[in-house]
Every structure is written in structure tokens, then in C-alpha cells.
Nanobody
Framework: VQLQASGGGLVQTGGSLRLSCTASGRTFSTSAMGWFRQAPGKEREFVAGINWSGTNTYYVDSVKGRFTISRDNAKNTVYLQMGSLKPEDTALYYC??????????????????WGQGTLVTVSS
């Protein structure tokens, strides 16, 4: 499985971005997906997760009401719509895959495959 993340960029405070992550292979539609982020000098943290069918989502408190995770199993793609962006959202954002109908995990070790990361920079 390979994951390719895209959509990062430079945006002003209050702006929006949509991240995408496309997976190769046949496991996407049976896998939970997660988005994590890592800011300079900080540990990687869970941002949002979605189960294999898209019927269940979970967010870290700091992004609730601002970010939305969704997926399109026909396109093997998961999205992270980010709005009302703040400078503290600046980070390298990673997508991750958790196979075999397992539920959403909020820790890195719960995911087997990772994308390369896409950089989001929010200017003040």
C-alpha cells in the first residue's frame, strides 16, 4: 500500500485548505484512515479519523468544528477539509491507513501505512 498526500500550502489565518490522500492497492475500502500532524519541535499528534465506511469520524478537540474528514472509496481517497485555520495548525500533515475493518485509532502505532506528508503553513 502506498499513500500519496497532497493539498498543503501557505494560507492566511482564517483561511481554508483541503488535503487529499490517495491510496494504491485494494485495501483502502476496508481500512480506517487517519490524519496526523507534526509541528516543528513537537511530537506527531492525531487530528482526525474515519472508519472504513465513512459512517464514523473522530477529531481531536482543537480542530472540532473547523476540520472535516471524509472519504470516497470509489476513488481510494480520504480528505481533510480545514477551515478557520490558525497559526497553531501549521505542521506537516500525514495520512495513515489502518487495515482490516479495524476502527479508528488515535495513536500512531495503530496505523500500518503512512503517506509522505504535506506541509500546511498558516500565516498570522
Amino acid at each position: 500500500v502506498q499513500l500519496q498526500a497532497s493539498g498543503g500550502g501557505l494560507v492566511q489565518t482564517g483561511g481554508s485548505l483541503r488535503l487529499s490522500c490517495t491510496a494504491s492497492g485494494r485495501t483502502f475500502s476496508t481500512s480506517a484512515m487517519g490524519w496526523f500532524r507534526q509541528a516543528p519541535g513537537k511530537e506527531r499528534e492525531f487530528v482526525a479519523g474515519i472508519n472504513w465506511s465513512g459512517t464514523n469520524t473522530y477529531y481531536v478537540d482543537s480542530v472540532k468544528g473547523r476540520f472535516t474528514i471524509s472519504r470516497d472509496n470509489a476513488k481510494n481517497t480520504v480528505y481533510l477539509q480545514m477551515g478557520s485555520l490558525k497559526p497553531e495548525d501549521t505542521a506537516l500533515y500525514y495520512c495513515a491507513l489502518r487495515p482490516s475493518f479495524l476502527g479508528i485509532a488515535t495513536i500512531s502505532s495503530g496505523y500500518d501505512y503512512w503517506g509522505q506528508g504535506t506541509l500546511v503553513t498558516v500565516s498570522s
